[in-house]
């Protein structure tokens, strides 16, 4: 017999056994359908208990559980027990074959307790679902018939016969359907190929699967199968050149333009859709300094660049098809980076002989001095002199490196200190310069003799004084 979940009059099936629990215990079992309205019976208590329908106020009939929700309650006046809440049974007890609600019927004086336990009835009140509303298959056009695809499986909250039983597939000339029983899913469905697929006849194949559960009458859930018919992969990419060979400055701003790859594939569809990466190669990652854009092939300037860190870079390109088995080409990138004058020349004192005597020799070396400059070519070549009129002067010793010496006389008592600069300049266009201040202590030496009228002044005030005395 089929039942309705929401009739007002609900038939029921009880199953009722007494037995003892100790000296004042017994258990009630019922069965009764989920979704029955508010104020059901699920059967009488006071009857099946075997106690006077006048007996129930003054004993306290309760009923007792660790539920929620209170789904049952009883009527003290008649002894019903009745349905209070709605119950689902897939809320109550999901993915389970038996579901029941127990409880306990309570009396006192004197103090007594029953077991019931009240079966839940599955009702077909869920329909068959599925996960998603479409389903892709990409199947290539070379596939042999008889070949299979399993399918989405669908869910249902329902259990036993109300659960899903089959599978149905819409009329289509390429492709039957293969329902399975058993397994994790109860029941399974895959599309087997009939009919071999021509692309260039039909490339996109739209079909309807429906679910079908064993309710009375049956409930039903339908999924949208997309078959992409796809085009055999018989051509590789090939880029335009295998070698690339480009230059960039070094001040390039991110998102400048390096180069624009090219490569083309003789297939159709996605077995012509090509998307261009970088292939890392040991330590170096070339999507660390430069962008590549997948789909134009577009090389862009990311992070700085420094001629001085790396005057160039092999970067390896690859291209790849998007056909179902893909398939890639390479090609070398040569990247030069062209150095800008963008360091000035650095001037160190690596030795310093001061403080030099005034009686010092012309050529003695006062200051050893390097210059250097990280850029390169004309950029990093450097000359190096003195600035004003001090008696001093560079003597190159080696490539950049100088030694400042005495190039005039000294004389303490007219100057103690020289303040010597130093500028360095590179060939770069426009040139960069860059100057270094020298501090050099002339020290004395005994190379005066004694001014007699000073002496003899000297003489005649302590005489003068001593008279005074």
């Not at 208990?49 to 009939?61: F, G, K, P, S, Y």
């Not at 669908?154 to 089959?166: P, R």
Request: with cysteine.
């Amino acid at each position: 017999m089929y039942i309705r979940p929401k009739e007002e009059h609900v038939w029921i099936r009880i199953v009722v056994f007494l037995c003892l629990w100790h000296w004042a215990a017994s258990q009630l079992a019922y069965s009764i359908s989920e979704e029955v309205n508010k104020g059901t019976v699920v059967g009488n208590l006071a009857k099946d208990l075997n106690i006077n329908v006048r007996e129930l106020e003054n004993r306290d009939l309760r009923v007792v559980s660790s539920y929620s929700k209170t789904y049952l309650n009883v009527n003290l006046r008649s002894g019903n027990l009745l349905v209070e809440e709605r119950i689902d049974r897939e809320e109550l007890c999901p993915q389970t074959i038996k579901c029941s609600l127990k409880l306990q019927a309570v009396l006192s004086n004197p103090m007594t307790a029953h077991r019931v336990e009240v079966n839940i009835l599955d009702v077909n009140d869920n329909s068959p679902a599925f996960l998603e509303s479409r389903y892709y298959l990409n199947i290539s056009e070379s596939s042999l018939t008889g070949e299979r695809y399993l399918l989405p499986v669908a869910v249902d909250g329902d259990i036993g016969s109300n659960s899903v039983k089959t599978y149905k597939l819409s009329q289509n000339e390429h492709f039957s359907l293969d329902v399975q029983s058993g397994g994790e899913h109860g029941v399974s469905a895959e599309l087997v190929l009939q009919k071999a697929l021509d692309r260039e006849k039909q490339s996109v194949i739209n079909l309807i699967l429906t679910a079908v559960d064993g309710g009375k009458p049956p409930r039903t859930g339908s999924l949208e199968i997309h078959v992409n018919v796809i085009d055999v992969n018989d051509n590789i990419p090939a880029f335009s050149k295998l070698l690339y060979k480009v230059r960039v400055k070094e001040n390039a701003t991110p998102g400048t333009l390096v180069i624009k790859l090219n490569a083309t594939d003789l297939d159709e569809g996605m077995n012509s859709k090509i998307l261009y990466s970088f292939i890392k190669r040991g330590n170096i990652d070339p999507s660390n300094i430069f962008d590549l854009n997948s789909e134009t092939g577009e090389i862009t300037v990311k992070g700085g660049l420094d001629y001085e860190e790396t005057p160039a870079y092999e970067v390896r390109v690859q291209a790849t098809d998007q056909g179902p088995v893909p398939r890639s080409a390479h090609a070398k990138l040569l990247i030069e980076i062209v150095d800008m004058n963008d360091n000035p020349p650095q001037i160190s004192v690596t030795s310093l002989m001061t403080p030099i005597k005034e009686d010092a020799e012309l050529g003695t070396i006062v200051a050893l001095i390097t210059v250097s400059d990280k850029d390169g070519g004309k950029n990093g070549v450097t000359s190096c002199k003195v600035v004003g009129s001090v008696p001093f002067k560079l003597k190159s010793n080696y490539k950049n490196d100088y030694s400042l010496v005495v190039d005039g006389p000294l004389d303490r008592e007219t100057t103690s200190v020289y303040n010597v600069t130093i500028t360095a300049t590179d060939e770069g266009a426009p040139p960069l310069s860059s100057n270094k201040v020298i501090t050099v202590h002339v020290s004395d030496v005994n190379d005066n003799a004694p001014n007699l009228w000073r002496l003899l002044l000297m003489c005649m005030s302590k005489k003068t004084v001593q008279q005074a005395q």
